[in-house]
């Protein structure tokens, strides 16, 4: 059997034939994802683009992933964006803004021209 199926979270090829006999004892979702730590990276973007889970949940799951590989450029994006820190902007002077990170708070001069 060749390489017959394409994962839908990283693009690479895999061989997976749901009906022959050396693939009757593996999981369904064989059928779509070449690994289960894609099949978690798919499902925990898929949750948090639809809101179904919290930026913060969906940063605890891919905790427990390896998101070091390389993912379609839609999934990525949602990694990246999960695993962005929250910057809240402040303004407090005409000059000066304060940028919280977490719990460190750090204050930038604005320059204008």
């Known amino acids: 059997m060749a390489n017959n199926r394409i994962c ?3 693009g690479k090829p895999y061989e997976y034939c749901g ?3 050396s693939s009757l004892n593996l999981p369904v979702w064989k059928n779509i994802f070449d690994t289960e730590n894609c099949k978690t990276v798919f499902e925990t973007v ?13 940063k605890v799951r891919l ?5 070091s ?13 999960i695993n962005k ?3 809240k902007i402040t303004e407090t002077k005409e000059n000066e803004i304060k940028a919280k990170y977490g719990n460190k708070k750090k204050s930038v001069s ?3 021209d």
Do not use: H, R, W
């Open 8 to 10: 839908l979270t990283c």
């Open 19 to 21: 009906s022959c006999p």
């Open 46 to 58: 898929s949750d948090y683009a639809q809101n179904a889970i919290t930026k913060e949940s969906a």
């Open 63 to 67: 905790s427990k992933c390896d998101v």
């Open 69 to 81: 590989g390389v993912f379609k450029s839609n999934i990525q994006n949602l990694v990246d964006e």
């Open 85 to 87: 820190e929250n910057v």
């Open 110 to 112: 604005v320059m204008n």
